[in-house]
């Protein structure tokens, strides 16, 4: 098996993973579930998610996501 067809690059002689992170089009930025700021989910019209701070969880301040 060679390792740089699945997701490894080679950096001189060590092998390392590629990390290729993009954000969907249209999904706002990570959201700190702060009501004094605002939340980018709510006013997206979206739930909360995993990269949120609130992660969708039981502190998230977002009625959307409950």
Same mark, same amino acid.
């Given at each position: 098996?060679?390792?740089?067809?699945?997701?490894?690059? %080679?950096?001189?002689?060590?092998? =390392?993973?590629?990390? =290729?992170i993009?954000? &969907?089009? +249209?999904?706002?930025? &990570?959201?700190?579930?702060?009501?004094?700021?605002?939340? &980018?989910? %709510? =006013?997206?019209?979206?739930?909360?998610?995993k990269?949120?701070?609130?992660? +969708?969880?039981?502190?998230?301040?977002? &009625?959307?996501t409950?």
């Amino acid at each position: 098996m060679n390792a740089e067809n699945y997701g490894f690059v %080679r950096l001189g002689s060590s092998l =390392v993973p590629e990390f =290729v992170i993009s954000k &969907p089009e +249209g999904l706002p930025d &990570p959201c700190k579930c702060a009501p004094k700021n605002g939340c &980018p989910c %709510r =006013v997206a019209g979206i739930k909360c998610c995993k990269y949120c701070i609130c992660k +969708g969880g039981d502190c998230c301040k977002n &009625p959307i996501t409950e």
